[in-house]
């Protein structure tokens, strides 16, 4: 005979702990969940589909009976191409961000949450590529494989757009600063011009009173050498031995001469 009683203690356990796993499991999913709802979201409000979805609804007839409005296919694809595109542009920057925050998390330099509202928001971004190619098939067949590809286009034209008119409006200021240096260069030129004339001109004025001085001392000087020679004939005046030499001989030769 089966003992019921004995039985029941186990069963009973074992009700009782897996009741309580799976009450602790839906709290913890529930306080997580809430958790998750309530941390600050990645990016900021996507405005391109808020646009896109208000379009879709002023085709929607209204509760009230009033006459819808009809918005043309080109203005619904435009929309969707501009949702598309800021999509893109959200897809770069997680991707970008994905490799430095999991490192950073990996290092304890940054907290659990911030890693949680990052997975959120890569998971929403998921849903919205999905979105935007099932929209773009039902406003044309087959559209949902290309509409990225020229969403990339349009932010890579945007991009260099962009480029463009930052080096304008630096080739602009550049332009500004070379004329004023050029023009402070040129004032500074001309200064050092001036200057130069004025002292090449002082130079001009002192150089013929140089010039009469040399010759005047040149005049002194020949004169002394003429007076020199002119006293060398006398007896009594010391003269070197070479010319004193020279003229004993002439005068030697003079006397045997007169012999």
Known sequence: MVDWLSLAV????????????????????????????????????????????????????????????????SVLKAALLRRATEDIHRIISVRSAKQALSTLLARGSVGDELWQRFLRAEKEMEEELKDVVQEANALAPGWGATIFQSANE??????????????????????????????????????????????????????????????????????????????GGGPETPTTPGLSGTLGKSAGKKRKGKK
């Open 10 to 73: 186990p069963l009973a356990y074992l009700t009782t702990l897996v009741g309580s796993l799976v009450t602790f499991a839906s709290l913890y999913r529930a306080r997580k969940a809430s958790k998750s709802a309530s941390l600050a979201p990645w990016f900021p409000p996507h405005l391109q589909r808020n646009i896109y979805l208000s379009l879709l609804h002023l085709e929607q007839p209204s509760p009230h009976g009033e006459k819808p409005v009809t918005v043309p296919d």
């Open 154 to 231: 349009m932010a890579s034209n945007a991009a260099i757009r962009k480029r463009v008119e930052e080096m304008q409006a630096q080739v602009k200021m550049d332009r500004e600063w070379w004329d004023q240096k050029r023009a402070t260069t040129q004032a500074e030129f001309m200064k050092e011009l001036e200057q130069g004339g004025d002292k090449s001109g002082e130079k001009v004025a002192e150089k013929p009173a140089g010039v009469s001085r040399t010759r005047t001392s040149g005049g002194e000087k020949g004169s002394d050498e003429d007076t020199v020679l002119v006293e």
